[in-house]
């Protein structure tokens, strides 16, 4: 299975720009997505297809990437972003998501 | 607005079945995908498959001789077997739905314990 490595957590001030990376083990082309999950929520669908945002989103969120190395960007950092953020790649059978980065908001 | 609930029993016994319905409203179950994942304790999630418009199947081949995906198109609801679970087992159960490749809506998911 395509194992996909995420950094742990991390710690940014409002205002701030943020930069969670997931890196796959093999090529995952563009299919990567990335998605929000806030405690006691279900997980919201951010990006699709590396780059795409989805319905509602708003523009400081963006994703790049392609190959094995990606990136979701948010740029400014809100309170609101508390979240744990899970990348998944759908190129590979099966599925698989990341271990998700945990962003603390100071 | 699609949305999506999962029902069914909070606690399992080991070697049982564990059984899952999602309802689903705002949509049909006829377009799109509709997909089971769970999440574990600490966090690792699991595509765990998915019943297409048409009624094919897609599962996780680590779970391919004990789980089962069908669909009841007159109720809009689809379902998820697992068989012979185990402590492993225990996790929140999402029902999701989108594209063959991500899930753009979720449920709320259920939590199920396995435990005698």
């Known amino acids: 299975d395509t194992v996909l490595t995420q950094s742990p957590a991390l710690a940014v001030s409002p205002g701030e720009r943020v930069t969670i990376s997931c890196k796959a083990s093999e090529s995952v082309s563009t299919r990567m997505h990335w998605y929000q999950q806030k405690p006691g929520q279900q997980p919201k669908l951010l990006i699709y297809?590396?780059?795409n945002l989805a319905s509602g989103v708003p523009a400081r969120f963006s994703g790049s990437g392609s190959g094995t190395d990606f990136t979701l960007t948010i740029d400014p950092v809100e309170a609101d972003d508390t979240a744990t953020y899970f990348c998944q790649q759908s190129w590979n059978g099966p599925f698989t998501f990341g271990s998700g980065t945990k962003l603390e908001i100071k | 607005e699609v949305q999506l609930q999962e029902s069914g029993p909070g606690l399992v016994k080991p070697s049982q079945s564990l059984s899952l319905t999602c309802s689903v409203t705002g949509y049909s179950i006829t377009s799109n995908y509709w997909g089971w994942i769970r999440k574990f304790p600490g966090n690792k999630m699991e595509w765990m498959g998915y019943?297409?418009?048409?009624?094919?199947?897609s599962y996780n081949p680590s779970l391919k001789s004990r789980i089962s995906i069908t669909r009841d198109t007159s109720k809009n609801q689809f379902f998820l077997q697992l068989n012979s679970v185990t402590t492993e087992d225990t996790a929140t159960y999402y029902c999701g739905s989108g594209d063959s490749n991500w899930f753009a809506y979720w449920g709320q998911g259920t939590l199920v314990t396995v435990s005698s």
């Open positions: 297809k590396a780059s």
């Open positions: 019943i297409s418009y048409s009624g094919s199947t």
